[in-house]
């Protein structure tokens, strides 16, 4: 049996798309190989590599002049690649501070030039994101740097600041719903949220960005080399390439991303409406902000939690425990977690309200 995974990260991946890579494993296409055994450089991972870089771009309906990236390093080393290939000298970049990953990126660019935080509600309880009126920019700054989705708290940015390089960690919330790319210079994501499997960072990013790079930047960390590569460079991941392959042709099956975000807001809606119907359970995110990715919330006591993640647990309702530095309840409802899920929870917490409340 298939379990109710609200795992945050690496996460549920659609049922279909596993299926799929199971029944080609071995033999990929009459080829006799599986796709993991091939060269990068082959006529069947390049039809792969290609169809994955036009899918996303359809997706997202990506204008000219933007390039789809497969690095690796995780979400993270974009952290530093950011300031290594678009922080000048002489310049400053702005960051808004809204949690424990937006906090992670400003470490890392202070590591590596002159940052500007310019906003900071990154220890608020209830947790959000910064308004756009208070945001303090730098004028001339290199870029301004949010985190769309703050994974650990559950608060997420409705709508986006304007400014001349917005970058965004769209690592928990990309592909979760339309989205306006010309707005941005620079966008990446983990896959391992909600994407596919962990091993590859999806970066989306302005061609001519790339220019502004310093000659002294190693070869691997440049995002010229990916683009003029087409992210071939070394040996890109292939099988994670795969699966996310899978997972756009899953995505453009089920609408798209208009699509996906009817079908996300009515799954986060629905739970959002269980926790404030309660008074039992309480919302983490301030109101305006919450995610519509993962969804958190307390319970009266930390005993109440344990028991909760225990209890669902038993009833196939997995990986329910918030994040080890903030406690109690995460539910990650990404694009593959079905909504029968989702109604299966809901259930369950009225179920235990009325046994413990
Ligand atoms: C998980 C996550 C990261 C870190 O991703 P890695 O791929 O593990 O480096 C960064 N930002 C956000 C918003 C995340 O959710």
Redesign the pocket.
């Known amino acids: 049996m298939r379990a109710y995974n609200f795992s945050a ?1 690496p996460a549920i991946l659609p049922e279909e798309v596993l299926k799929q890579a199971q029944a080609e494993l071995l033999d990929y296409q009459g080829t006799g190989m599986s796709i993991m055994e091939m060269s990068h450089r082959g006529k069947e991972y390049s039809a792969v590599h290609d169809e994955t870089i036009a899918n996303i771009k359809e997706l997202l309906s990506i204008p000219e002049g933007y390039s789809v990236l497969f690095l690796t390093g ?3 080393t974009q952290f530093a690649m950011i300031p290594m290939n678009l922080l000048g000298k002489e310049q400053v970049a702005d960051y808004t501070n809204s949690g424990a ?1 937006a906090s992670k990126a400003i470490k890392e660019a202070k590591l590596l030039g002159k940052v500007n935080v310019a906003a900071d509600c990154g220890k608020e309880i209830p947790t959000r994101v910064p308004r756009l009126d208070e945001l303090k920019t730098t004028p001339g700054a290199a870029y301004l740097h949010i ?1 769309s ?3 650990i708290s559950g608060a997420q940015w409705k709508v986006f600041p304007e400014n001349d390089c917005l970058i965004a ?1 769209m ?2 919330d990309i592909l979760s719903k339309p989205l306006d790319v010309s707005q941005f210079g620079l966008i990446y994501a ?1 896959a ?2 909600n994407l596919g499997p962990a091993g590859i ?1 999806l970066v989306i990013m302005k061609d001519e960005l790339a220019e502004r790079c310093p000659e002294t930047v190693p070869t691997m960390l440049r995002y010229k080399t990916h683009i003029e590569e087409n992210s071939l460079y070394n040996t890109v991941p292939t099988f994670p390439v795969y699966i996310l392959c899978l997972v756009t042709r899953w995505l453009k099956a089920r609408g798209g991303l208009a699509g996906m975000q009817a079908i996300n807001e009515a799954k986060a809606g629905k739970l959002y409406d269980a926790i404030d119907a309660s008074g039992f359970y309480k919302g983490t995110a301030v109101r305006e902000c919450r995610s519509d990715m993962n969804i958190t919330w307390r319970l009266p006591s930390e005993e109440l939690e344990a028991k909760f993640i225990a209890e669902a647990s038993k009833q196939n309702l997995k990986t329910l425990k918030g994040h080890r530095s903030v406690g109690g309840i995460r539910a990650s409802i990404y694009n593959a977690f079905p909504a029968e899920g989702v109604d299966a929870l809901i259930s369950f917490m009225k179920e235990f309200e009325a046994r413990n409340g």
Request: charged letters at 20%; zero cysteines.
């Open positions: 990260g995780g979400a993270s990953w985190t989705n703050e994974t960690d690592s928990s983990g391992q949220k960072t």
